[in-house]
């Protein structure tokens, strides 16, 4: 790799204090076993204040770790005597005497709004906590309140003025891929804060490190200066007709700044035929790939540079800084690297920026795929010649509510893709909800035959096929929930998980949430859960629930005592129980009137939702809102399609049963290997469902699309993340 060498610039700081402010220097202080804050300060001549400035990680009366490196700023008059100081032994035991306070040049008024801690206030107006009690005494016997007025003292700020680093002390640091800020300050002995004060150029917004940015940093203890990087330069012929603009598309070098490389430029009026000019070479790592910084896109066919940097959402020179093989034109095939911070017209999958596409408008109708369903039909538990008994057992066993449905939806799309002409061979067995029945299916038949497998939906039936499947590289896909680990990556598990669907919700909330009360009803099996929406909403308030063998009790006077008023109040109900929700919901409901709004949440709709026990009623008056794996259909094409074949509105297992189907025979049509097409298609969606399937490891194929829902006048509503 081609080294460059770069100047170093020291860092400009500012500062804002009450006196005269002369060039400020820093050095380090490596911590020794049993050394004090107040002795270093000491030996320093600075205040203790002064150093947790600049160290905001320590805490004053706090043990200093052994090793640390702390950065101490100097006086430039006492650096010298401070130098003496560290070869020779301090004789006075002189008490360092605190520096006067600075005394307001005003004041300002500050209401106290709700939530609000001493501590955000000192932060927001750059004082102490302490300064804010002084000038509001009621502070050092009462807490803050809600709607109290503060006297705010106001100090004079002084213009910022450059401090300079001792450049003997520090070195220079390049970042790599897999630093983040932590381990550099972690590998150094500093901390976080010290890395900001010793760079000032980074963000304090975010933590973002550029790969192969430089940073300035405290020698370690016995290291010597790291080799130098050199730049180098090419030679370049400028041809006749050569203009700025080319050699900028070129190169990726400005008008000026191949001036400033090149004076003859100016001296002879312009770019001239034959001119020779010096142009610095870019520095270019051909190593891993950087999946963590980068996104990647590959060329299409008939792409151009300007549809392309319209596309991306990137500048062309910023293109070909990044990919430097561009100066030799633009190639189908080629893969591009990206900033991760970019946001064009694309869907980012696994790091590969996708191309937007209509599986409708990219089958092709020579592939023809094998499918097989593998669900319990249980016909050897149905009498089908009895009609009556046939839909009894139906109508009792989820098992077959699942299959029947998920088919009825499957032939549906079956159908329609017929119509497509796409071409799809389909074979259905019943493996009766028995993994020795499922065995005895797979030793009889030859998976390696099979684009894909949809089923079993019993955790040991699935698992049983997934590992015979895998042998022959053959995708299996889980229609419903699944419990079991597989073990196998050839698994596509085409329901988004709880902890999914869950984390969909929490972070929908966080980011509507505003002045809100929060509240959170959990039992004794949803702690976990409970611990996880405190995480995100610290504030939120836990109802105690007594639990006593199945019954549980909630004191109404204590729950109707931690609503308010004066904002909306968000309920969170975390159980399965159907009774606590019945009767949660219905206090809640009685609670929710003109003067005290109440919305109730749940990050889980469980089966205990579905209770006949709990009121529709109640759940619209409280605007219920919860995290779901499909939305709700209206009468479209699919719906008439189902009725007309069936006689029957589709339920939900029948809409997952289109959905499903027609998205994997979809995918199979555009190329017929769920896997490869997997890593290019990004999120499908159709009916009720959407699916985009993420690799984890060798854990499987995850989908993670899933809808926030909520019930809005007696009926159920999609909620969109922009509303």
Request: with cysteine; glycine share 4%; aromatic share 8%.
């Amino acid at each position: 790799m081609k080294l460059i060498l770069k100047n170093i610039f020291f860092a400009v700081l500012f500062v804002f204090i009450s006196n005269t402010i002369s060039a400020q220097k820093f050095t380090t202080h490596a911590v020794k076993r049993g050394e004090s804050l107040e002795a270093i300060a000491k030996q320093y001549k600075v205040s203790q204040e002064d150093i947790l400035t600049y160290n905001k990680e320590l805490k004053k009366n706090k043990p200093l770790i052994k090793s640390t490196i702390l950065v101490i700023p100097l006086d430039p008059q006492k650096v010298q005597e401070i130098v003496k100081t560290k070869t020779k032994p301090r004789t006075t035991t002189k008490k360092e005497e605190s520096p006067a306070q600075e005394q307001p040049i005003g004041f300002t008024s500050y209401k106290v709004s709700k939530k609000e801690t001493l501590y955000g206030i000192a932060k927001r107006f750059h004082i102490t906590e302490e300064l804010i009690k002084k000038y509001n005494p009621a502070l050092y016997s009462s807490p803050l309140k809600k709607k109290m007025v503060l006297r705010i003292p106001k100090y004079k700020r002084v213009k910022p003025t450059e401090i300079e680093i001792n450049e003997d002390d520090f070195e220079t640091y390049l970042v790599s891929a897999k630093d983040t800020r932590w381990s550099i300050a972690h590998k150094y002995g500093i901390t976080i804060d010290s890395l900001l004060v010793l760079n000032p150029r980074l963000s304090k917004n975010n933590t973002h490190l550029s790969e192969g940015s430089e940073l300035k940093l405290p020698k370690i203890a016995g290291s010597s200066l790291g080799e130098q990087q050199v730049q180098l330069y090419t030679s370049y012929t400028v041809p006749a007709g050569q203009t700025f603009y080319s050699l900028e598309k070129k190169f990726g070098y400005t008008s000026k700044e191949l001036t400033d490389l090149n004076p003859e430029i100016k001296e002879r009026g312009g770019l001239k035929e034959g001119m020779i000019l010096r142009i610095p070479e870019k520095k270019v790592n051909t190593g891993i790939v950087n999946t963590d910084n980068f996104n990647f896109y590959v060329v299409k066919p008939k792409q151009t540079e300007f549809s392309l940097t319209r596309k991306l959402g990137v500048s062309y020179r910023e293109l070909l800084s990044l990919n430097p093989d561009l100066k030799d034109g633009l190639k189908a095939g080629m893969v591009l690297k990206l900033p991760k911070n970019k946001t064009g017209d694309f869907e980012v999958k696994n790091s590969l920026v996708l191309d937007k596409m209509n599986l409708l408008d990219s089958i092709a109708v020579g592939n023809t795929s094998k499918i097989l369903f593998l669900l319990p039909f249980r016909l050897d538990k149905v009498d089908v010649s009895n009609k009556q008994d046939a839909i009894k057992k139906i109508s009792s066993r989820n098992d077959l509510k699942y299959s029947l449905g998920l088919y009825s939806g499957a032939l549906v799309a079956l159908d329609s893709l017929k119509k497509l002409g796409v071409t799809v061979e389909v074979k259905t067995l019943d493996n009766q909800l028995d993994l020795q029945k499922t065995k005895d299916i797979l030793n009889a038949e030859n998976l390696g035959d099979y684009s894909a497998v949809i089923g079993p939906i019993d955790g040991a039936s699935l698992k049983e096929v997934c590992s015979q499947a895998n042998r022959r590289n053959v995708p299996v896909v889980a229609p419903f929930p699944v419990k079991n680990n597989m073990g196998h990556n050839n698994v596509f598990f085409s329901y988004p998980s709880d902890e999914i669907q869950r984390e969909r919700m929490l972070t929908y909330l966080e980011s509507k949430v505003e002045d809100e009360n929060i509240i959170i009803i959990a039992d004794g099996d949803n702690k976990p859960i409970e611990g996880k929406i405190v995480a995100r909403f610290p504030e939120a308030k836990i109802v105690e629930i007594k639990e006593e063998k199945k019954n549980v009790a909630i004191n109404i006077e204590k729950l109707t005592a931690l609503f308010s008023q004066e904002t909306v109040n968000w309920v969170f109900v975390e159980t399965a129980n159907p009774k606590l929700i019945s009767s949660v919901s219905s206090i809640l409901n009685s609670i929710n009137t003109k003067d005290v709004i109440v919305k109730m949440f749940t990050t889980n709709r469980n089966k205990g939702f579905e209770n006949d026990v709990i009121s529709n009623v109640h759940l619209s008056n409280l605007n219920f809102t919860y995290p779901s794996a499909y939305k709700e259909v209206s009468n479209n094409s699919f719906v008439k399609q189902y009725r007309k074949r069936f006689g029957d509105t589709p339920d939900k297992y029948a809409v997952r049963g289109f959905d499903l189907t027609y998205d994997i025979l979809l995918k199979l049509a555009y190329k017929n290997d769920l896997f490869a097409v997997s890593k290019v298609i990004g999120s499908t969606e159709y009916n009720g469902n959407g699916f985009n399937y993420i690799k984890k490891g060798n854990q499987g194929y995850y989908n993670n699309v899933s809808y926030i829902m909520s019930y809005d006048d007696m009926r159920i509503k999609q909620i969109k993340e922009e509303e």
